[in-house]
């Protein structure tokens, strides 16, 4: 209850924020004098700081489902060819360290790196573009059949944030307006599918208009979806993927998966290499760790 209205959460600490720059001007701005709220350390606390902790709190909230206790559930792997994970089960539960928005098991799913890949940060005026990376619109794949039951496609793929400005935009004010305006605005461009099991898998980040399902359509294993892109909350080309207990992402608990059809490669990424450590003692075995490569192959 308290997680699906999380929207809600995040409307009001909009609003807060709205009224806080209020004061601020009211404060240097004599002619504005009749927006301000009650002035003094004490007020601002009052006023600001006690519902900012609040809803900060129920901001997050994050339901628990049964199934974090039981055998992962297993699914054919979501893109073709070889691949690197990152924040990804098989490093650790929870994969990206928040059970919030449905992500206890998730993953995220890179290209390999090459000769011509971006760095991952660099010093440069100009971000790179998502043409840049050879990922960029590889098909996306149903890791099980069922029902589409939400398509988002009509967001932008923007530059990757692989500058030091860009990555310190992204982690300050954008990671900021995201979260006010919402989930779909994390997610970027999405698809969630109903498999009719209890489970519902949601694919994040979708390139703009690449979508080839709509709302209920019926879908088989390894159909294709849409494409990789860079939309949302996202620093460069890749698939965010997860499995949940419901459709609502706000409002669902995370649901624990493990890709048959894949060869783990032992190797890491040679961009990603800094990112590659030990497992931790909760990660799903048979599930590639941070910047491990893996080769996924269609269903037997």
Known sequence: MIAGLRPLWDALMLLLAALLVADVLTAVLPGLSGLGLPGGALGALVVYGVPFVVLSLLVGVAPRHDLDVQEPV????????RWVSVNGPGQQ??????????????????????????????????????EAYPCFGEPIHAMAGGTVVRVRDGQRDHRARNTWQGFAYMFTFEALWREAAGTGRVLGNHVVVDHGDGTFAAYAHLKKGSARVGEGDRLEVGDVLGSVGNTGNSSMPHLHVQLMDRASVDAAAGVVMRWRDIELTGELDEQLESFGKDPSDSAVKGMPRNAETFVARDPA
Do not use: F, K, N
């Open 93 to 130: 539960l929870p994969s990206h360290g928040t059970r919030t928005r449905g992500q206890y098991g998730a993953i995220d799913v890179c290209g390999t790196s090459g000769p011509t890949t971006p760095e991952i940060v660099r010093w440069a005026l100009r971000s790179s573009r998502p």
């Open 74 to 81: 297993e699914l054919a792997p979501p893109v073709r060819g």
